[in-house]
């Protein structure tokens, strides 16, 4: 830009050297010019700013229901809080006075919360039962993990402030806990009754109707049992030690009375490091209002097949009857489990069958996988045969309208429609991560090889489902082809 006044415009087209005065004035003009620039760009910031602000003001959040905010946040803050993302769930309370307000609004973020006491040995009272009264009239999820707490030792979990919080704080109603032994939990329940006979005041420890139990051991010095929910509906009892055998007491697994088992509609034992049939079967015949039963057990070694006509027939010389039984889900490292359960529960009203191998799978190339042996030294954990589901008093074959078998290895396609054939009722079936692996040695007859004849006609499949490696053994297989013209 040039400036007439000084003469500049006739310099711009030529290389003379400027005089001092023009030097002078030129310099002079470069700095004008270049404060005013800055100034123009300050101003171009603070509207862009200001631009910025009433775009803010015109932001489609501000129309948004409280109710669409607060499903976002269920979708930010996971199910069960725990002390990370419980500070998460702080930070958007701290965005604005709204985003506060539809938090503590949002009933489910704060229905479900997770403690560990090895990391919050003191627990804050008036911070649990407010964190927990948020929850509304929602039901609230209690998931608590133990320490290694040996015998002998004091028990961390039988705090005065959790029991408390299990005694007179708001309602619990699903309970996951975790101790190092039976006896850890024992003592938790002692603090709970001690709390409650201090203040005299119903106790909300009754109020729990869905428990789960993960204990290392089922080691139990007292003799008085440890008191259960009236409320229970729902058991889970996973342990990672063998189980003991039927005690003369009448106590199930040592510390569990038969009426707990009485009013249970699910029922879930889980101990995939050694055989349960031994000690969890006789103890099923006491789940007569049991809906849905859940079974995952370790191997069957010699011992368990000494034992077999005990099992199958339990204590009094009939077979376990359960005629309440909707739902059986059966699992773990070996598939003789399978087997052994169908021939011994009774169960005619029963709907939905579920098989889950997965567990042999997991621990295949692991120090566990020593301990997986099945019968007769079998090292095939999850493999399929036509005795797996046994024809012979098969109480549910008419009852039996879905089936889900899951990782697991059938030894021939054919093994398939031989487990169908007797399931004429049959509706659904859902096959996940099945393989077919014809080199087994398994000393099969050629008779497994061949399709077979029904009786009653093959069952009327309406759902099929092929998940993972299952279509690659089956998607083309003539099997499918019997059951699609079925």
Not at 104 to 128: A, C, F, G
Not at 190 to 218: F, K, Y
Request: contains cysteine; hydrophobic residues 40%; charged residues 20%.
């Amino acid at each position: 830009m040039s400036s007439p006044a000084l003469g500049f415009s006739h310099l711009l087209s030529t290389n003379d050297p400027l005089s001092p005065d023009e030097r002078q004035h030129a310099r002079l003009q470069v700095a004008t010019l270049k404060k005013r620039l800055d100034d123009l760009r300050l101003l171009c910031r603070e509207i862009e700013s200001e631009v910025e602000e009433y775009h803010f003001l015109l932001s489609p959040w501000r129309d948004i229901p409280v109710e669409i905010i607060g499903i976002i946040f269920k979708f930010i803050i996971p199910p069960v809080v725990t002390a990370k993302t419980a500070k998460d769930l702080g930070n958007l309370r701290l965005v604005c006075k709204k985003w506060c307000d539809v938090a503590d609004l949002t009933h489910q973020l704060w229905s479900s919360l997770e403690i560990d006491v090895r990391y919050q040995p003191e627990l804050p009272h008036k911070k649990l039962s407010s964190w927990l009264n948020k929850a509304g009239d929602l039901q609230r999820t209690l998931v608590v993990h133990g320490d290694l707490h040996r015998v002998g030792e004091p028990c961390r979990l039988a705090h005065p402030v959790l029991s408390r919080i299990l005694a007179q704080g708001p309602a619990i109603n699903t309970l996951k806990i975790s101790f190092q032994n039976a006896a850890c939990f024992n003592r938790f329940t002692q603090e709970i009754q001690s709390c409650v006979a201090q203040e005299e005041i119903p106790s909300r420890w009754h109020s729990i109707s869905s428990l789960t139990l993960s204990l290392e051991n089922l080691v139990i010095l007292e003799r008085t049992p440890p008191t259960f929910p009236t409320s229970l509906t729902s058991l889970a009892v996973i342990v990672g030690s063998k189980p003991v055998y039927p005690s003369g007491d009448g106590l199930i697994l040592g510390f569990i009375y038969p009426a707990v088992l009485e009013r249970l509609i699910d029922f879930t034992f889980e101990c995939i490091r050694h055989d349960i049939l031994p000690s969890i079967l006789p103890a099923i015949r006491h789940c007569l209002n049991t809906e849905v039963l859940t079974i995952i057990g370790g191997h069957q070694d010699r011992q368990v097949r000494a034992l077999q006509p005990f099992l199958q027939q339990g204590h009094d010389g009939e077979r376990i009857f359960l005629p309440k039984l909707k739902t059986l889900r059966l699992g773990g490292p070996c598939s003789s489990l399978v087997p052994s359960v169908l021939e011994t529960i009774q169960a005619p009203n029963l709907f939905h069958l579920d098989i889950d191998l997965s567990f042999a799978r997991d621990t295949r190339l692991t120090w566990l996988r020593a301990c997986y042996m099945c019968a007769d030294g079998e090292r095939l954990e999850d493999v399929v045969r036509p005795s797996t589901i046994p024809a012979a008093n098969l109480a549910c074959r008419t009852s039996l309208k879905q089936l889900r078998i899951r990782s697991a290895v059938m030894p021939y396609p054919a093994t398939l429609l031989q487990i169908l054939v007797n399931l004429p009722s049959l509706v659904r079936l859902t096959l996940d991560d099945i393989v077919v692996d014809k080199n087994l040695d398994l000393g099969l007859s050629m008779e497994g090889q061949v399709l077979p004849t029904p009786l009653d006609g093959w069952p009327c499949i309406e759902v099929l489902e092929l998940l993972g490696s299952t279509k690659d053994y089956f998607a083309n297989s003539p099997v499918m082809e019997v059951l699609v013209q079925s």
